[in-house]
């Protein structure tokens, strides 16, 4: 369990085309556990294209997806590659739906700064995996959308 403190938004950089997003995401799944030894699915939630909110870890479940500085975090995941392209906007709908909800369960402002206490960073409330780690992630076409 964590006290989740930011909002860190991922893109999975996998396909942006699939007859089957539960296949891609139990794919992830796979990946995380079987591959990287991880008890679970890295994130916390993922997102498809179509606007479908998949449960990962879980709300307030340490999760493994920013650099081992997981703790106070939670991570969503938008499926697909975003370094040239943008998300579908019913897969952006559902993002800040999900942020907007979890600001308001932890009563914090989305456009605030504040310390990361787990990775001694000053961020957004609502991050960007590349602002605590050495990635493009959530990709060059998606990031400027997180403001």
Request: with cysteine.
């Amino acid at each position: 369990i964590t006290n989740v403190t930011h909002l860190i938004v991922h893109h999975s950089a996998g396909t942006n085309v699939a007859s089957d997003w539960a296949a891609v995401v139990r794919s992830i799944w796979d990946f995380h556990v079987n591959v990287n030894g991880w008890s679970d699915i890295g994130y916390n939630w993922l997102i498809d294209p179509n606007g479908i909110l998949y449960e990962g870890r879980g709300d307030e479940v340490l999760g493994a997806h920013f650099c081992g500085a997981n703790g106070r975090t939670m991570g969503v995941c938008v499926l697909g590659d975003f370094t040239a392209i943008t998300p579908a906007a019913q897969a952006i709908d559902k993002l800040k739906a999900l942020l907007a909800w979890k600001c308001c369960d932890k009563e914090l402002d989305p456009r605030d700064m504040a310390l990361h206490i787990n990775s001694s960073l000053n961020l957004h409330r609502i991050s960007g995996h590349r602002d605590g780690c050495a990635t493009s992630c959530p990709g060059n076409s998606f990031y400027p959308l997180l403001s």
